[in-house]
């Protein structure tokens, strides 16, 4: 049972970068999965959650409106589209399944490990 985060990297003050979170184990349809972001010197933090039944959408203030959480389940994967990309956004993302949902910011992880998640580095 793991989740995997790829695509961070370098990214461009405003840019639009789009992270993955494939899953293997079981079907992200089944679940709860939340992205999470910890910031340089920071506590890890959740940032948005999709609901695993009626496919509902919750966000943290900071992201709200700039980033957007997807799942295709035939690919077995959820995404976070980041748009309007800014310098505080800088730092490694993980997925994992989270509960509660409808609170990201309270969010913890259900199961598994965290893994090695994927950086996102902000350039302004």
């Known amino acids: 049972v793991q989740l995997q985060a790829s695509g961070g990297g370098l990214a461009q003050f405003g840019g639009s970068p789009r992270l993955s979170c494939v899953a293997s184990?079981?079907?992200?349809?089944?679940?709860?999965i939340g992205w999470f972001r910890r910031a340089p010197g920071k506590e890890r933090e959740g940032i948005s959650c999709?609901?695993?039944?009626?496919?509902?959408?919750y966000y943290e203030a900071s992201v709200k409106g700039r980033f957007t959480i997807t799942r295709d389940r035939g690919q077995n994967t959820v995404y976070l589209q980041m748009n309007n990309l800014k310098p505080e956004d800088t730092g490694v993302y993980y997925c994992?399944?989270?509960?509660?949902?409808?609170?990201?910011?309270?969010?913890?992880?259900?199961?598994?490990?965290w893994g090695q998640g994927t950086l996102v580095t902000v350039s302004s």
């Open positions: 184990g079981f079907h992200v349809g089944h679940y709860h």
């Open positions: 994992a399944a989270a509960s509660p949902c409808s609170e990201p910011a309270s969010m913890t992880k259900d199961f598994g490990s």
């Open positions: 999709i609901h695993s039944g009626n496919s509902n959408t």
